[in-house]
T-cell receptor, first 110, second 112 residues
């Protein structure tokens, strides 16, 4: 079992819709959870991080964490074509070491 | 601030050749990391450093070496290039107590 799992996609949504990206992790000791966005040929950039169960909102983005189910998600409201990218889920178990999932490719169609 | 810089941007190596991928940061970050990303995959940690003179292995260290003589620089050395090392290499840096990592633009390496 992979430590961090994501559906590779592509996830296709129409412009203006809500995109829902999901991630599961295997280690119950995981403490911190991150979503990175990566445009094709570019480096990852941090969108959001979440530490506690529940929701965390930042603009059009909402991260949701459920530690009991070992599940973290990212919702993107009012999706725009510029949101088309690969979204990487990452977790930290201890220290500052990130473990990444394989990423979900999101396509927002005009 | 330039942030995290990496050189070269792209390189083709022949099997058995060696090279050093350069990484530098000007944010005075303690932590530095090297990742590789294969096509369509996530990032895998090769080596990391928590400060000058201190390095440790990540998930996929075989075939690579690192050194950290200064806070700013964290070069990655490939001694005997193999086709399996064809990948995009990202360097990142971060601060103790803050888990955000800042990534460089990447080096695309092709081993033929």
């Amino acid at each position: 079992q992979k430590e961090v799992e994501q559906n590779s996609g592509p996830l296709s949504v129409p412009e203006g819709a809500i995109a829902s990206l999901n991630c599961t992790y295997s280690d119950r000791g995981s403490q911190s959870f991150f979503w990175y966005r990566q445009y094709s040929g570019k480096s990852p950039e941090l969108i959001m991080f979440i530490y506690s169960n529940g929701d965390k909102e930042d603009g059009r983005f909402t991260a949701q964490l459920n530690k009991a189910s070992q599940y973290v998600s990212l919702l993107i409201r009012d999706s725009q074509p510029s949101d088309s990218a690969t979204y990487l889920c990452a977790v930290i178990k201890a220290g500052n070491m990130l473990t990444f999932g394989g990423g979900t490719r999101l396509m927002v169609k005009p | 601030n330039a942030g995290v810089t990496q050189t070269p941007k792209f390189r083709i190596l022949k099997i058995g050749q060696s090279m050093t991928l350069q990484c530098a940061q000007d944010m005075n970050h303690n932590y530095m990391y090297w990742y590789r990303q294969d096509p369509g995959m996530g990032l895998k940690l090769i080596y990391y450093s928590v400060g000058a003179g201190i390095t440790d292995k990540g998930e996929v260290p075989n075939g690579y070496n690192v050194s950290r003589s200064t806070t700013e620089d964290f070069p990655l050395r490939l001694e005997l290039a193999a086709p399996s090392q064809t990948s995009v290499y990202f360097c990142a840096s971060g601060v103790v107590g803050q888990e955000t990592q800042y990534f460089g633009p990447g080096t695309r390496l092709l081993v033929l």
